[in-house]
């Protein structure tokens, strides 16, 4: 009975000195110093992907989609949904937890072929979305092999497709605006493999054209696909839709693309712009001079 009594008091003894010591080493307070603050909630910003595809089908859709959501979520600036439908294209209230336009903040028709599942109130709400809710639009390669049949989208992004004159080649590709965050990694000029669209009801004074090809380094023999006359082949630009910003670039066409890091460095940044994050210009402004180029 003794020996137990004992063990107790020793017990109590060691939890009262260890108590003390846990005090000891807790840190002071001092009242007079302001707390930390809280580190700044970062709002994600809500990206919505368009792949539906009524014409020619892109091996590279699902490798856009991917480097898209991998490049929001990497970056953690924004969420991004994905659909190869146009249901969400809308600005009436779906039910059912579906999300739309009023959710999203930017919209990217990655490699869109064909007239669109779109009824005329759909295409209200969306040329509303960007024109007059200020969001924005980012059109990736085939973009412009879509929707033909609707003026206002050929005004919104710029024109359309009018064929590729030499399919995918190394095109010799030149940096007309450096300064733009969509194109400022890329130098002077360069090479990349690559399908280049042929764009036609296009001018470059209705946009501000970033990269174009190096008229003075193509083959213009035999080709018949070849329509435009003055030689101005555009490969990205970005322009205003009323309020909201448009960015279009017809790089993308392979899956090997979209594991090039300069590519997905220009669809971040240009994602980024259209969301309001930098600052770029959207001016035209007259074609530069290449020597030995007539046009």
Known sequence: MRQTRIALLLLLFFLILRGFTFAQDQPTVDPSVASPPHAKQIHLKHILVISQTKGFEHDSVSDGMAAIFNLGRDSGLWDTTMRTDTELLTKKDLGRNAKNLDYFDALVFLSTTGELDLDDSQKKDILSFIKDDAKGFVGVHAALDTNYKWPEYGEMI???????????????????????????????????????????????????????????????????????????????????????????????????????????????????????????????????????NEH
Request: glycine share 6%; no cysteine; net charge negative.
């Open 158 to 292: 710029g024109g359309w497709f009018d064929q590729h004159p030499w399919s995918t080649f190394n095109a010799p590709i030149i940096n007309e605006d450096p300064s733009f965050p969509a194109v400022r990694h890329f130098p002077r000029a360069f090479l990349k493999f690559d399908e280049i669209y042929q764009p036609k009801e296009w001018s470059r004074e209705k946009v501000n054209v970033l990269l174009s090809l190096d008229p003075t380094k193509l083959n213009y023999a035999n080709n018949p696909l070849i329509h435009r006359t003055d030689h101005d082949f555009a490969v990205a630009w970005d322009k205003m839709y009323g309020k909201g910003r448009v960015f279009y670039s017809t790089l993308g066409h392979t899956e090997d693309a979209w594991n090039d890091p300069d590519i997905r460095k220009m669809y971040f940044e240009a994602i980024k712009w259209v969301l309001g994050m930098t600052e770029g210009n959207t001016a035209s402004h007259a074609r530069p001079q290449v020597p030995g």
